[in-house]
């Protein structure tokens, strides 16, 4: 063990910590005193002690009764479908797609209601799901959905209609002329050829757009390469990858694929993969950096210059021959590192490793669009062609990214459409760019001064407000449909529910309307259903695609396995030629006033699926505030503008315009660079989501008819206060060694470096576990901090959400949590995160203090908690030192409907006044077994995968039985680099973690010091 | 003691008394009328036809099932038409309806209970529903308290078919009853 680390490493959670401010001491000497006398909007009339009344009564009366009440039916299929055996999940192939991020993914539907959705993990983009696409399926069940057609006055009024009503109107419209349609990115190859169609049948032509498009990385493609696509990265394969401002791990283009890659290249050996992050803000990638470097977004630019200055110029070394235009436009970038403020040597060093690793390296950039944004990703595609990347962990040519079709300039071009006066009717589907841009913006206006407006969405949300129609879209979950996702890879999209209102999806409409209109090609006219429509366009590019034999056979194959792949293998990447002309288009304008950087969250994204409460109440995994977006700020830029703390209301001005929001003090945040996150301050989007956070919309830049992201600000604090809901401070472990960190050679050396070992001995004599005993390892090295776990978990385990209000008494209900800890001082910490769930210890400190026996420990190691049992004493959880054990203060079960479909059938639905926590997914368990026996065979590896395991795009967690001495959870259970947290406690957790490794040459040790 | 409490016992002493029932709140003999008079004495007495004919699903998942209504027909398209019950579930069928049957056997909604281990393992139907083949209306046989399970799941071997055993060689995840509590309540 390192004497010297574990003498100075301190971890914290919060400032207010890392200070030892009163404030963080307060929550912890409050945590247990929440009393439900407190409660002041219970949902029922009926006060508690009321209710023990009643209670009394209650059971009076049903003690009386002969007669059973309530009397239950048994309503069987009147002809059972032959797929669905009641108490059976069934699974199906699908995708999420959502603008343009994408993944292949299953969906398991028990009776007919899609309740779960898991990554497809032989799908190329399958290997895990953001939080986003995991929750996205509560879409379906949202009470808020639209459920019939809406006839509007254009002016916010609606009235119910029909689809006859409906189309008959919308198609006396079409025929009039003058139609544009603007869609969200359409990635669907269907779609396409039906949109075509549509445009065929009435003229007129269409717009993509959404929020996020990446517009500048396919410009910035096209420019250099010829090709206005988004490369495929290669993650897995790039030893040193350097990001600039890419939040590649939590919201970049395909996090959870990029996860899962970056995982595989982080085995700690001596081929592990080096992250350097260059940003202002703190993300969530940069909270996995080996090394992190605090820099302005203006100058993500010169930083990528700088590096290929220093290996093509300084250094004079390239895999390609540069020009003298080029080497001059390089030259002009040799001081950056003094410029931005970093150490000169540490900058050499990082443009010597990539060197050092050329062709398996790998240089990403930008987050959001920004003006800048093309000539960043210009510079980023030359510095890959120098270290000759492309083609490598770089795929421009083989299979790239084709999913992003969204444009940014589609919003000007259509505005300048309709200001011409050329735009009789508007058809927009999905998109929301009155929500974006506000609605004072020109785009509303525009849109208000068309004649016949007609939505098409699942919701009455911001822009359909200006609707004379609008045709009730339906979910994923209830619509055929497929997605290119990168070239030559095309995933289907099958339904897994009839629709559960009067919905169509875009193909149906425009199908319908196709028809009443007798207009359009016959391929469109001819197909009963859009079904069969998508089924022909498969059967068109069969041969195309390489796929042999009948037609029936290879839709069978896809259905079964959920794409093709046209490509051949996509380790493969390919690249053309460089077009070094491309480089004389860089801007590169370095600002020096306060620069304000939106930027997406992992949980919200830009903001389509606000009204899921999962997504709400997801803590962001780097701040870990739920319920709100916030201005992001330093400490020291905090003190300067007079932000006494954070939730601190500040007026944020930028653009002529200005937005009142709270802040929020963030270690690690560049002190020139303040940040928001898009997605929040909805208005027409439901219950859930109007009003939680503040829009962005109106102090966003626009330049050259395209939003930036990025820009100047001026921030003013003001008077009021908005408090934070951030469970972070909550469940605190009283600062016991509960993270392990180690460098590489540090664990190299010795795997068990820096972990704390206890001598530990028990009076007791041990329980002897003759079966199975179930743990659970988390490898902290590959865990992101991403969180999908955490909404897997809730989707699984029927958990529900409370609220921003009851997140901040301590309430949240989340099974598992993803803490996080700073190390280091507050304006450069090192962050590492860390899953808490229950830890199941063998001599668990909830058990023994249960008055009435209701958690009790199982032959097989859980820590089980009998529900009916329990009567909410909650001395558990006063006694639990990890703090994972949660009480349900209302009925969280009394959902709105049909929000209670997408309950899992396979467990309690809790109800008020019982603790729970995390079962290991023992319905889990019990179904592996059941199947076991039913196939009479033993439980072999594997077969009892949970849910937070499944979800882990990066595959940190292992369960299974350690008694078997074959499985892999017996072998990473005693791996020399396990440790249990707060093991000198000798609860003998059935969790352990793995050390975190840093490939850096020390660690961040703490002014502060002690353990 | 209150007053409450007090009546709550009084309630108690008077209720036992009714119907001759041996525990409260557990139905045991509970008998509705149900919307067919399906009649197992002759289904799966007379006839002898085995449980598991319509009851398809109690051998390898967690419901036993109560019939689909097509399983009904496979046999009374042609048999016993003339029966008025038949008829008015021909005519259910056909129309795509269903019969909402009363349910006899209701555990509550904490107890996790799963047919196929139970089937599997060689417990006979009858161990628990009783002498079903005798019932011309079913009622409830066991009490289904959380007693009753255990004394089967603590000596597994009084629950067994013999003869069942004797067909099939039963593996040690077959005989296993467990007794921690995360068994049903989960």
Known sequence: MDKTVMETQKFWRSLEEWKDQPEAQEWVGKEFMSTPMAEDSADEDVARRDFLKLMGASLALTSMSCVRKPVSKIVPYANRPEEIEPGKPNYYTSSYAEGGESYGAI?????????????????????????????????????????????????????????????????????????????????SPSLKSAVSDFHQAFGGKSYEWDLVNYDNLKLATQTCFGKSVIPRYQFQKARMIVSVGADFLGTWIQPATYSRQFAEGRKPNESMNKLVVFEGLLSLTGANADSRIKVRPSEYTSIVLGLAHEIAVKSGRSSFNLNSNTKNTLSKYSDVAAKVGMDPALFSQIAEDLWKNRRQSLVVA???????????????????????????????????????????????????????GSVKTLVIHRANPVY????????????????????????????????????????????????????????????????????????????????????????????????????????????????????????????????????????????SQFRTSAVSQIRSEVSDGLELELYQKSGIGSGEYANIAWLQELPDPVTKVTWDNYLLVSEKRAEELGI?????????????????VAALILPGVHDDVVGLAIGYGRTHAGRIANEVGVNVAPIIAWEGGKPSFTFQTNVKPTSGFNELANPQGHHTMMGRQLVVEATLEQYLNDPSANIHKHTLFSLWPKYEYKGHRWAMTIDLNKCTGCSACVVACQSENNIPAVGKKYVIEGREMHWIRVDRYFSGDANDPDVLFQPM????????????????????????????????????????????????????????SKV???????????????????????????????????????????????????????????????????????????????????????????????????????????????????? | MSWVS??????????????????????????????????????AGRYQIPCLNCHVQADKNRYATVPSLNICLNCHRNVAIDKPSIQKLTKAYEKGYSVPWLKVHLLPDFVMFNHQPHVKAGVKCQTCHGPVEEMREVYQFSDLSMGWCLDCHRNPEKARDLDWEKKKELTEVHRKAPESCGTCHY
């Open chain 1, 837 to 892: 769930t229950c830890q199941h210890c063998e001599n668990a400190s909830c058990e023994t203090v249960c008055p009435v026996a209701a958690t009790v420990h199982s032959d097989e190691g859980l820590n089980e908690m009998a529900y009916n049992r329990c009567v909410g004493t909650r001395y558990c959880v006063n006694n639990c030192p990890y703090k994972v054990r949660r009480f349900n203060w209302f009925n969280y």
């Open chain 1, 896 to 1011: 709105a409907k049909p929000l209670d479909k997408a309950f899992n059938p396979d467990l309690t639905v809790r109800s008020r006044g019982v603790m729970e926590k995390c079962t290991f997914c023992t319905q889990r368990i019990k179904y592996a077994k059941h199947e076991a026996v039913r196939e009479d065979r033993a439980l072999k590896d594997g077969d009892v995968v949970t849910a937070c395991q499944e979800a882990c795009p990066s595959q940190a967690i292992v369960f299974g039985d350690r008694n078997n001495p074959e499985t892999q959870i017996a072998k990473q259970f005693s791996a020399k680099d396990s440790f249990a947290v707060i093991e000198e406690y000798n609860n003998v957790p059935q969790v352990r973690y793995h050390t975190k490794v840093r490939n850096k040459e020390s660690l961040k040790t703490s002014s502060k010091g002690g353990h």
């Open chain 1, 107 to 187: 969906v398991k539907t028990r009776e007919g209601r899609p309740i779960y959705v898991k990554g497809n993990p032989d799908h190329p983009f399958g290997g895990g799901l953001t939080p986003r696409a995991q929750a996205h399926l509560m879409n379906l069940y949202d009470p808020d959905r639209l459920q019939s057609p809406q006839k509007g006055d254009g002016k916010g009024g609606f009235q119910n209609s029909n689809w006859d009503e409906l189309d008959d109107a919308v198609v006396a419209a079409l025929n009039g002329g003058g139609v544009r349609l603007l869609t969200s990115g359409l990635a």
């Open chain 1, 436 to 575: 974006a841009f506000g609605k004072n913006s020109e785009i509303a206006k525009a849109i208000e001064s068309v004649p016949n407006v007609i939505y098409i969405g699942d919701r009455l949300n911001e822009t359909a407000q200006f609707a004379n129609w609008v045709a009730p879209l339906s979910h994923e979950a209830e619509s055929w449909g497929d997605i290119e996702i990168s070239e030559g890879v095309f995933s289907i999209q099958q339904p897994t529910i009839r629709p559960l209102y009067k919905t169509r999806s875009l193909g149906s409409s425009i199908m319908n309307w196709t028809y009443v209109a007798e207009k359009g090609p016959g391929r469109i006219l001819n197909p009963d259903n859009w079904y069969e429509y998508v089924r022909a366009r498969w059967k068109e590019k069969q041969g195309r695609w390489g796929q042999s034999g009948s037609f029936e056979g290879f839709w069978n194959r896809v259905l079964q396995t959920g794409f093709v792949n046209s490509k051949g293998s996509l380790d493969r990447a390919g690249s």
């Open chain 2, 6 to 43: 007090l009546f709550v016992l009084f309630l108690i002493g008077t209720s036992s008394s009714f119907g001759g029932l041996e525990r409260i709140g557990y139905n045991q003999g509970y008998q509705p009328e149900q919307p067919i008079p399906f009649d197992h004495s002759l289904h």
């Open chain 1, 644 to 660: 006494e703390k954070s939730g601190q209301i500040v007026k944020v001005e930028a653009n002529g315009n200005d937005v009142e």
């Open chain 1, 366 to 420: 930008g987050g959001l669009d920004s003006s800048t944004g093309t000539g960043l990703q210009i510079a980023v595609h030359l510095l890959n062609e120098i270290l000759g990347n492309n083609g490598k962990t770089v795929d421009i040519s083989h299979s790239p990214i084709v999913s992003f079709q969204g444009e940014s300039d589609s919003i000007q071009k259509l505005i300048n459409d309709i200001n011409a």
